[in-house]
């Protein structure tokens, strides 16, 4: 009798289940797995360059169950003789549970930069979301969606070898069936907890739009392992908004958490509040790149700077920690004055709404960084305010990576700055 093919064993599957199962015998599987995280709702998104540890601890405060590390290049994670490792990996005791993501295109490099830490973190997470260019020059992220036996390889790779489980973030097809099939292929793999983000490869930086959350609810629905929901996330009340659509078992959050690390909390605080936190963080626990602690300020500040402009120069110039704590304590003391100024005062329980549906907070709150229809003029006016003024004018932007190596730009799954004209209401 012949065995159709899309139930015929590949080959690169050396074990059976079983025997998998034998050979790591504690390592926890699907729910269980989950349970072992403390069955998390609110996750903190990989993020290139913008979930280091500083940040983790942050969000952690702020009710954030679960965190990813940044996406690692998985090579040059795995060469002991780069600098790449020393100057990445950064975990503490307290930094748990924690999920470390990698970017790559060989199984074998895979395993060797994720033994490098399989003792400090819960699970290793493949990323397969990565829309940038630079994912498609080094054939990682999204772009290896058109090469399954690829993708099932590095999984089963790591699901062989490794001491943790496996996990991996997806995107989604335009076709739904195909998307199912994409997430059970993932799941015969061996990936033990799946993030659907529900947006297409294409939708990324001005052509973001709104993730399809009934894309994620079909994936949820085909396969038996954990699934978490990536987009569309806004406020607080959009978590249970999420869950209650999906039907997912947590829900991540990527540039929301940038703009509002205490998102996950449900509190309306004022950025600099979170900023000083952040920084005090960063100058007694957790030393940080200071190109990672600009564009976190940046974030932070982003409706402030506009307003008072001079600020933002000092925040550009910045080179060292206590140059940032300088620069957070005097645009703390222009928003604590533009806030007492504020006729009537702020009353966070009772916010007024825009035309579109959005909440009308003041500049000085945390709030989400909103998507928006396109348009050239306005795009070019704001990338030049929020990108490209993060760098110092001395230095000179990094040299392009060369194939297969990860950057270190916006985020892989979409966390990038917007341009400026609304988009429509998430629903």
Not at 295 to 308: C, D, M, V
Not at 379 to 393: C, D, G, I, T, V
């Amino acid at each position: 009798m012949t065995v159709p093919a899309e139930e015929r064993r590949p080959a690169h599957f050396t074990l059976t289940e079983d025997e998998v199962a034998a050979k790591f015998p504690n390592r926890a599987r699907g729910y269980e797995l989950l349970r072992r995280l403390g069955s998390p709702r609110h996750i903190v998104a990989p993020m290139v360059d913008q979930s280091e540890l500083a940040w983790r601890i942050l969000s952690r405060r702020y009710d954030a169950h679960l965190c990813y590390t940044p996406m690692f290049h998985a090579r040059m994670f795995g060469d002991e003789k780069a600098k790449y490792f020393r100057e990445h990996w950064q975990t503490s005791p307290e930094d748990r549970p924690l999920v470390v993501q990698f970017c790559a295109n060989d199984p074998d490099a895979l395993l060797a930069a994720a033994r490098r830490i399989e003792d400090a973190a819960d699970a290793v997470d493949l990323n397969l979301g990565c829309p940038q260019h630079i994912a498609r020059r080094g054939h990682y992220g999204s772009f290896l969606m058109e090469d399954w036996d690829l993708i099932s390889r590095l999984i089963r790779r790591l699901h062989e070898g490794l001491a943790i489980p496996v996990t991996a973030k997806i995107r989604v097809y335009p076709d739904v069936a195909k998307t199912v099939a994409y997430a059970r292929m993932v799941e015969a793999a061996g990936a033990q907890i799946i993030t659907v983000h529900g947006r297409l490869r294409e939708q990324k930086g001005h052509k973001t739009g709104l993730a399809d959350w009934a894309q994620i609810r079909a994936v949820k629905d085909a396969v038996k392992v954990p699934v978490f929901a990536n987009g569309n996330i806004l406020y607080y009340e959009d978590i249970q908004r999420c869950i209650d659509a999906t039907h997912a078992d947590g829900v991540m959050s990527a540039e929301t958490n940038l703009y509002n690390p205490a998102l996950f909390s449900g509190k309306c605080l004022p950025t600099w509040q979170l900023a000083e936190e952040y920084m005090d963080i960063c100058r007694t626990i957790a030393p940080t790149n200071p190109s990672y602690i600009r564009g976190h300020l940046f974030k932070l500040f982003r409706y402030s700077l506009p307003i008072h402009t001079d600020l933002r120069q000092q925040l550009v110039e910045a080179r060292t920690a206590d140059d940032f704590a300088a620069v957070v304590a005097a645009i703390k003391t222009r928003l604590v004055a533009d806030a007492a100024a504020q006729s009537p005062p702020f009353d966070p329980d009772c916010v007024e709404v825009d035309e579109f549906g959005y909440r009308k907070y003041p500049h000085w709150i945390c709030q989400p960084a909103l998507r928006f229809e396109h348009d050239k003029n306005c795009s070019q006016s704001k990338r030049l305010l929020n990108e490209a003024e993060q760098k110092p004018p001395a230095e000179q932007p990094a040299p392009e990576l060369s194939s297969g190596e990860a950057g270190s730009g916006p985020s892989a799954d979409g966390a990038e700055p917007d341009c400026d004209a609304k988009r429509q209401k998430t629903s």
